[in-house]
């Protein structure tokens, strides 16, 4: 369950926004909110069931986005190969005189502003 929480919340943050209206608040107050079925029914003036089916919609249309979309996944390789390069330039920098060394520092800096 909280696996599912996790990627429901991280592909909720990324493609909400296409989901509608009904769906992204439903998600919202079950994910976010942690409110059950039953208090987010009361709370939209709607059938469990209904909260319950736009749930079921809405995740499986997150899931399709990033099947296609690939951002998560992307952002993921990303973070992975920078902090390979920062394990590099740590190891390089040992080498370097104290000058070179602030190349390498501009480079990290460069780098922490691509993976925020």
Same mark, same amino acid.
């Given at each position: 369950?909280?696996? $599912? /929480?996790?990627?429901?919340?991280? $592909? ?6 296409? +989901?509608?209206?009904?769906? #992204? ?8 909110? @942690? =409110? !059950? ?5 009361? *709370?939209?003036?709607?059938?469990? &069931?209904?909260?319950? @089916?736009?749930? %079921? #919609?809405?995740? =499986? ?8 979309? &690939? +951002?998560?996944? %992307?952002?993921?390789? +990303?973070?992975?190969?920078?902090? *390979?390069?920062?394990? &590099?330039?740590? !190891?390089?920098?040992?080498? =370097?005189?104290? @000058? @070179? /060394?602030?190349?390498?520092? *501009?480079? %990290?800096? !460069?780098? %922490?502003?691509? /993976? =925020?």
């Amino acid at each position: 369950m909280l696996e $599912r /929480t996790l990627d429901n919340n991280e $592909r909720l943050a990324i493609y909400g926004s296409l +989901l509608s209206e009904r769906q #992204r608040q439903v998600m919202i107050e079950y994910f976010w909110y @942690d =409110l !059950s079925l039953n208090e987010i029914a009361e *709370k939209m003036n709607i059938s469990k &069931q209904a909260v319950s @089916d736009n749930i %079921k #919609r809405a995740e =499986l249309h997150l899931e399709e986005m990033e099947n296609v979309l &690939q +951002l998560i996944s %992307k952002r993921e390789h +990303l973070r992975e190969v920078v902090s *390979k390069i920062f394990c &590099q330039l740590d !190891s390089l920098e040992k080498k =370097l005189s104290p @000058d @070179d /060394t602030i190349i390498v520092e *501009k480079i %990290k800096k !460069s780098l %922490k502003e691509v /993976t =925020l």
